[in-house]
């Protein structure tokens, strides 16, 4: 059974606007959620994170929402550029090793 | 600052065969923790090492066994593989943390 889940396999959207990628989680007990990038022929690289305590963290043109009630986080890139094209995962962790999500493709079109 | 490098790039293995994957820590780092990438799929959590001790295994089965040696680097090694074993093998270290992992780029297992 999937902990994390990120339903959206694929997002295009236009260079300068905003890319908004999802992510729900099921274990009330995760405490801590990451956002990683992951270029072909790459590892997966850390972008941002977010403990259970905040609501928000921003980190340039990147910002991390947490809903706990509903147990979703979103991450937002603004504007959006084609360097970002890539697959991002969503992970989470409550004492435990990470768990990712199966990720979403992002596709920034010029 | 040297990240984390992993060896082989690609490998082609038959069934019933067994595989070792290298993996070597970012620099002073004390842990590392190994994945596996189906198709499709997110990283799943295999085993972590902590000062070449196993500290904490994922839902795979013992036939999936690792080191890790003084230097932090580590080993993965498979027995018996099958063909279900077809992934990306993605190592990363950290300082102890959980949370702060620094991948490397991975080692592409293929089964026939």
């Known amino acids: 059974d999937q902990q994390v889940k990120q339903n959206s396999p694929s997002l295009s959207v236009q260079e300068g606007r905003i890319s908004i990628l999802n992510c729900d989680y099921t274990?009330?007990?995760?405490?801590?959620f990451l956002w990683y990038k992951k270029y072909p022929a790459e590892g997966p690289t850390f972008l941002i994170s977010?403990?259970?305590?905040?609501d928000k963290n921003e980190d340039g043109r990147f910002t991390v929402f947490l809903n706990k009630s509903a147990k979703h986080l979103s991450l937002h890139i603004v504007p959006s550029q084609p360097g970002d094209s890539a697959v991002y995962f969503c992970?989470?962790?409550?004492?435990?090793?990470?768990?990712f999500g199966k990720g979403t493709r992002l596709s920034v079109i010029a | 600052e040297t990240g984390v490098t992993q060896s082989p790039t690609h490998l082609i293995k038959t069934r019933g065969q067994q595989v070792t994957l290298r993996c070597s820590s970012q620099?002073?780092?004390?842990?590392v923790s190994w994945y596996q990438q189906a198709l499709g799929q997110g990283p799943q959590f295999i085993f972590q090492?902590?000062?070449?001790?196993?500290?904490g295994r994922g839902n795979f089965p013992p036939r999936f066994s690792g080191l890790q040696f003084p230097n932090y680097s580590s080993e993965l090694n498979v027995n018996a593989l099958e063909l279900d074993d077809s992934a990306l093998y993605l190592c990363?270290?950290?300082?102890?943390?959980?949370?702060?992992?620094?991948f490397g780029p991975g080692t592409r297992l293929t089964v026939l």
């Open positions: 992970a989470a962790s409550g004492n435990t090793p990470l768990v």
């Open positions: 274990n009330s007990m995760f405490d801590y």
């Open positions: 977010i403990s259970s305590i905040k």
């Open positions: 620099s002073g780092h004390n842990t």
């Open positions: 990363a270290s950290s300082l102890g943390e959980v949370y702060e992992q620094f």
């Open positions: 090492y902590y000062r070449e001790e196993e500290n």
